[in-house]
């Protein structure tokens, strides 16, 4: 398969993914996408109602669909914790976890600073430091689940716009002066940092787990088709979002370089994915300087075990394996 090609998502038969965020846009698409392939799928969210609706979408969108609901609030430690305490528990009819989407974010950053329970700033908690937390959580459920023939994947969801701004996040808590749109970019600056240095940890420590950062381009929901309870923009937005046709895609667009980045055999970990410019597709791409910045990455991983509290369990990953 050439790069550029359209990807045609393998059989997922007996294969559990979670992905974060997937009440509506790219994460509903992308657990749709893997259901269809024959996953089974835990969607997660932190809106009941909004989960339950989606869930029942994706039932009757992929007749025979294996998918089940988490409630989870990557914003929350708390919520996080107690969401992959569940998981590891066994509360799920399951053995294995083969793969996570980090995909819950914030797109439209509030114009003030804003906090969550815990005193982190909203943005950088819910994009980055609440996924970091996850990752922490379900690293060893990971390993355990590979085999000789498949290695569990983490899917960091990263953005265009760390070309547009040259951010380098050493105030991630945005205490010395706050912007919406740097709060974002600079979010997802570190969201890329933390996936290319958890692959370049994982390799250190011999996890059987691989991290890979992937982008959706401009995905808009204004040219994405309409599922009741999942995506219902307005006339207004509809008209809007077209105008945006020669530079936009859909959310269903958008979500084929994730589904990629967690499902191609013929990925590796630390590669970075999106979609091509032109005639459709997915391809590797080259990510920003800042994000692949060893220094920065160090910084970042480093500032999210303080704020969080949380280390990677490598060494346990790496004995979990045999």
């Not at 009757?60 to 609901?69: D, I, K, L, W, Y």
């Not at 950053?109 to 005193?119: A, H, K, S, V």
């Not at 509809?238 to 020669?246: G, M, N, T, V, Y």
């Not at 979609?275 to 994000?291: C, K, L, N, V």
């Amino acid at each position: 398969m050439h790069a550029g090609d359209h990807f045609e998502v393998p059989p997922q038969d007996g294969r559990t993914y979670l992905i974060t965020g997937s009440n509506a846009g790219l994460g509903y698409f992308a657990s749709e996408k893997l259901a269809r392939a024959g996953a089974h799928i835990i969607m997660s969210g932190r809106h009941p109602n909004r989960l339950a609706a989606a869930h029942d979408a994706l039932e009757a969108r992929v007749p025979g669909a294996s998918v089940e609901t988490l409630i989870l609030d990557v914003a929350n430690p708390g919520s996080v914790r107690s969401a992959a305490a569940s998981l590891r528990g066994g509360l799920f009819d399951r053995r294995r976890l083969d793969g996570v989407i980090f995909n819950a974010g914030i797109v439209h950053t509030p114009r003030e600073r804003t906090l969550t329970r815990d005193g982190r700033e909203l943005v950088f908690s819910t994009n980055a430091l609440g996924h970091f937390v996850l990752g922490a959580e379900l690293l060893v459920s990971l390993a355990r689940s590979a085999t000789p023939r498949h290695t569990p994947r983490m899917v960091w969801l990263g953005s265009m716009s760390t070309r547009m701004g040259a951010y380098r996040p050493t105030d991630v808590q945005l205490e010395e002066k706050y912007s919406a749109w740097k709060a974002y970019v600079q979010s997802k600056v570190a969201v890329q940092a933390l996936g290319f240095e958890a692959d370049a940890r994982l390799r250190d420590a011999e996890v059987p787990v691989e991290s890979v950062v992937a982008h959706p381009g401009y995905a808009i929901g204004g040219r994405t088709e309409t599922i009741t309870g999942v995506n219902e923009p307005s006339r207004w937005k509809r008209f809007r979002d077209s105008l945006q046709a020669p530079i936009a895609t859909s959310k269903e667009t958008g979500a084929e370089a994730i589904v990629r980045a967690l499902v191609d055999p013929e990925i590796s970990g630390g590669e970075y994915w999106g979609p091509r410019m032109f005639g459709g597709g997915t391809e590797r791409q080259r990510p920003s300087a800042t994000s692949l910045d060893p220094e920065l990455r160090t910084e970042i991983w480093e500032r999210c075990e303080q704020l969080s509290g949380e280390t990677w369990p490598f060494a346990k990953a790496a004995r979990g394996r045999r």
